[in-house]
């Protein structure tokens, strides 16, 4: 038996494959590119060419588009990033204290006692510190973004770079570029300046000790993972698969909810090849007037999202 997770955010979309031991045996990266529907299909293309004859025991979404993603599949649990990102990180270490988090358009912190969410924290605002962010600098500055962390490793002075803006950040570097420094320093100026924007904003008033995990794909970035380190005095701990936690949580959350039901609403991967048409209406039955999106696959609507008192979305067709 095999269990699925998938994370549709707005910058990519995570599906990973579980096996009985909660080991990743498959896990996709798909660039969502503003079509959920599409990225999602691409995926369970890729997983219907390789595991067409595995049974899947429980499905679980998360990350903004995870109730587009849970009508389309047939999930078992839906749940929000904050808690499938603190699932993950405990099913590795039941004692993480720590959970920074920073991906392509977000960032958070979780605060874990006792192995449950006692806090925290998000920044869907600005993009400085960012994945998205970091990308930008990386193509202006002509180096690979793989590479991108370890030119700041390589630097032996740090160059103060403004990091509470994306806007000002990158003003400041032009301006360091301008004065003579060399690449690595201003990279590592921009690590540390954007861990500091973390710790002052997203982690302010959080009580973060050790054990720390890093996840999102910024966690890919030894720079950041550094200043991160210098900041707070203590190891920062990188997991394998930092860029799919959302999804493995996700995954763990829907095996949990198939067991308790005794079976899963998982629809099956040929759903890769089915065509998926979404559209809107207003509802007029209260002053809320919310807009409901309606999914409808080869001809029949199988569900709506959207509406704050659950009237269409609760229904599996209109």
């Known amino acids: 038996m ?8 707005s910058v990519s979309t995570n599906i990973v494959l579980l096996d009985e031991e909660m080991d990743v045996v498959e896990k996709i990266y798909l660039r969502t590119k503003g079509s959920p529907i599409k990225a999602v299909q691409d995926g369970f293309k890729i997983l219907k060419a390789n595991y067409n004859d595995m049974k899947i025991g429980g499905v679980g979404t998360t990350g903004s588009g995870r109730h587009i993603a849970s009508t389309l599949i047939g999930a078992d649990a839906v749940k929000n990033e904050i808690t499938a990102h603190a699932v993950a990180a405990l099913e590795i270490d039941k004692d993480v204290k720590t959970i920074i ?11 874990l ?12 605002v600005c993009a400085a510190g960012t994945g998205s962010f970091i990308d930008r600098q ?5 180096i690979p973004i793989e590479e991108f962390g370890d030119y700041a490793l390589e630097s032996n002075t740090t160059v103060r ?3 509470r803006c994306a806007v000002f950040a990158e ?14 320093d201003i990279i590592r100026g921009l690590c540390d300046a954007l861990v500091r924007n973390y710790l002052n904003n997203i982690g302010k008033g959080k009580e973060i000790i050790p054990k720390i995990f890093f996840q999102g794909g910024v966690a890919a970035n030894r720079g950041i993972k550094k200043a ?11 997991p394998e698969h930092y860029n799919v936690m959302g999804s493995i949580g996700a995954a763990i959350i829907g095996r949990e909810s198939a067991e308790k039901l005794g079976m899963t609403k998982f629809k099956g991967l040929n759903l890769a090849e089915s065509k998926f048409t979404s559209t809107s209406f207003e509802c007029n ?21 959207g509406d704050r008192c659950g009237k269409w979305s609760h229904k599996i067709a209109i």
């Open 2 to 9: 095999h269990y699925l997770g998938v994370d549709v955010g």
């Open 101 to 111: 988090e920073i991906g392509g358009q977000d960032s958070k912190i979780i605060i």
């Open 113 to 124: 006692r006792n192995g449950v969410v006692s806090d925290f924290g998000m920044n869907t």
């Open 138 to 142: 990386a193509e202006r500055l002509d």
């Open 161 to 163: 770079i403004a990091g």
């Open 171 to 184: 003003s400041d570097m032009i301006h360091k570029q301008q004065l003579g420094y060399n690449k690595s």
């Open 228 to 238: 991160f380190e210098n900041a707070l005095g203590y190891e920062v701990f990188v």
């Open 285 to 305: 039955d209260c002053t809320n007037r919310c807009e409901v999106v309606k999914i409808n696959e080869n001809n029949n609507d199988i569900g709506c999202f």
